[in-house]
Nanobody, 122 residues
Framework: VQLQASGGGLVQPGGSLRLSCVAS????????MGWFRQAPGKEREFVAA????????SYGDSAKGRFTISRDNGASTVYLRMSSLQPEDTAVYYC????????????????WGQGTLVTVSS
C-alpha cells in the first residue's frame, strides 16, 4: 500500500491550501480515509476522516468550520481543503487508510503516507 500526500507548503495566515493523497495497492473505494497532523514537539492529532462512500465525515475540533475532507474514488484520492489557516496549523499532515471505522484514533488506521509539511507564517 502506498499513500502519497502532496500540496503542502508555505502559506500566510488567513490563507488556504488543498492537500491531496493518492492511494495505491488497496481497495480505495472500500476504505475509510483520514487526515492527521503532527506539529513539532506535539503528539499526532486527528484532523478529519471520511467514509468510503462519502456519506459520513468526522472532524477534529481544530478543523471544524475551516477544513473540508472529500474524496474521488475514481481517482483513488482523498483531499483536505484548509482555509483560514493560522500559525498553529503548522504541522506535517498525514493521510491514512482504515478498513472499516470512521475513527478519530490513529490506531484504527493500518496504512500511512509519508506526510506533507504545511507551514503557516507571515
Amino acid at each position: 500500500v502506498q499513500l502519497q500526500a502532496s500540496g503542502g507548503g508555505l502559506v500566510q495566515p488567513g490563507g488556504s491550501l488543498r492537500l491531496s493523497c493518492v492511494a495505491s495497492g488497496l481497495t480505495f473505494s472500500d476504505s475509510v480515509m483520514g487526515w492527521f497532523r503532527q506539529a513539532p514537539g506535539k503528539e499526532r492529532e486527528f484532523v478529519a476522516a471520511i467514509t468510503a462512500t462519502s456519506s459520513l465525515k468526522s472532524y477534529g475540533d481544530s478543523a471544524k468550520g475551516r477544513f473540508t475532507i472529500s474524496r474521488d474514488n475514481g481517482a483513488s484520492t482523498v483531499y483536505l481543503r484548509m482555509s483560514s489557516l493560522q500559525p498553529e496549523d503548522t504541522a506535517v499532515y498525514y493521510c491514512a487508510a482504515n478498513r472499516g471505522y470512521l475513527a478519530r484514533e490513529s490506531f484504527y488506521y493500518s496504512d500511512w503516507g509519508q506526510g506533507t509539511l504545511v507551514t503557516v507564517s507571515s
